[in-house]
């Protein structure tokens, strides 16, 4: 063995189709060992023994439940956020790459113009003439005095 090194992780993935130890499961998850115990008993959760009686979770399974999160998550409705200007508008403009698009709304008095990726303009399915609501927080408002002020003095 010469020159040849043999390398294992701590905590080594398991190959796709595999199971893990219930403490990689549950952390995986971002939850306690407790839970994911806890889930079994309530049949959220399907755990197997190993031959030396350690209880393994499928990745399957893991995969379930993380999709069954962004399922629910996405369901949720927003009933509070700090952003507090919103305007409602239509969509005026879309231009859009391979990567990024600029949106334009109209709202009101006010053109609103917003850098995003073109992902997320196919996520919401945005086209022009569409309602959308624009929510702006900023970190930096500037205020600016006119030139006809630097006259009158």
């Excluded at 010469?2 to 701590?10: D, E, I, S, V």
């Excluded at 919401?124 to 205020?143: F, H, M, P, Q, S």
Aim: aromatic content about 2%; some cysteine; charged content about 30%.
């Amino acid at each position: 063995m010469a020159g040849q090194y043999l390398c294992m992780a701590r905590n080594p993935e398991p190959p796709p189709g595999r199971e893990m130890r219930v403490g990689q499961a549950a952390e995986m998850l971002g939850v306690s060992v407790e839970t994911v115990r806890r889930w079994e008993q309530e049949g959220r959760l399907t755990l197997t023994r190993s031959q030396g009686g350690q209880r393994l979770v499928a990745i399957d399974e893991i995969a379930r439940i993380i999709d069954e999160r962004r399922r629910s998550a996405a369901d949720r409705p927003i009933v509070a956020q700090s952003a507090r200007n919103r305007f409602e508008g239509i969509v005026t403009r879309i231009e859009k790459d391979r990567v990024a698009a600029v949106v334009e709304v109209l709202a009101g008095p006010h053109r609103l113009v917003s850098l995003m990726t073109a992902e997320a303009v196919d996520d919401l399915g945005l086209r022009v003439g569409d309602e959308a609501i624009c929510v702006v927080k900023a970190t930096n408002v500037i205020v600016e005095v006119p030139s006809s002020r630097a006259a009158d003095s």
